[in-house]
């Protein structure tokens, strides 16, 4: 199956500084991937789609200045969580799909300690 | 409003016996349903989808059955082992946007 890669797996931040996290498709192009967030026992919660070449789709209630979103390339989307906070502590997963049958890739999540 | 319910208390059952786990959705109309296998502390990994048009998807140990009139899919792992233990997450289709949401989840725990 395609491979989607994400970088770091493991983030422990101090509160108000950012965090990059990177989104790679491996082996296909991806011109839309989606960046979700995941508290335990809970299900993924769908944040923003992040579009190649132009702004991100946020969902509601996500704050677009906190979370920012770059997608340059057709492999590459970026999270970075700007200001972070201590409640900003997650599992954040990224994911791509290849233009057949729908199935998702996920990258292997980062788990982000903001302390 | 759109919801997918998937059994929150963990499974638990004996290695060689088959694990039967469900998904139910309500406002749905999905044209596939997906189900992903993830290990604590990792992303999700696809293991089926099946299309509104089929009954059943089979995969190794695998089978899938999807009940549009019921609005329920199950999903089966025979002859289960240990290393089968991990959360099973079910997703649909959005109704027409191809961006799939996803359930919460079922824990499955094998005992040897």
């Known amino acids: 199956g395609a491979v989607v890669s994400q970088h770091p797996s493991r983030v422990i931040c101090k509160s108000g500084t950012s965090v990059k996290i990177e989104c790679r498709s491996l082996?296909?192009?991806?011109?839309?991937m989606f960046w979700y967030r995941q508290f335990p026992k809970q299900s993924l919660m769908l944040m923003a789609t992040s579009n190649e070449g132009s702004k991100a789709t946020y969902e509601q209630g996500v704050e677009k200045d906190k979370f920012l979103i770059n997608h340059a390339s057709l492999t590459l989307s970026t999270l970075t969580v700007t200001s972070a906070h201590p409640e900003d502590s997650s599992f954040y997963i990224c994911?791509?799909?290849?233009?057949?049958?729908?199935?998702?890739?996920f990258g292997q999540g980062t788990r982000l300690t903001v302390v | 409003s759109q919801k997918i319910e998937q059994n929150s208390e963990a499974l638990n059952i004996q290695e060689g016996k088959t694990a039967t786990l469900t998904c139910n959705y309500t406002n749905y109309s999905p044209a596939y349903l997906q189900w992903y296998r993830q290990d604590p502390g990792r992303g999700p990994v696809f293991l089926l989808l099946i299309r509104e048009n089929e009954k059943e998807k089979r995969k190794e140990r695998l089978k899938v059955t999807f009940d549009t009139t019921l609005k329920q899919s199950l999903f089966h792992i025979t002859a289960s082992q240990p290393a089968d233990s991990a959360t099973y997450l079910c997703a649909l289709d959005g109704g027409g946007s191809y961006i799939p949401t996803f359930g919460r989840g079922t824990s499955l725990i094998v005992h040897p």
């Open positions: 082996d296909f192009q991806a011109t839309t």
């Open positions: 994911s791509a799909s290849p233009p057949v049958d729908g199935e998702a890739f």
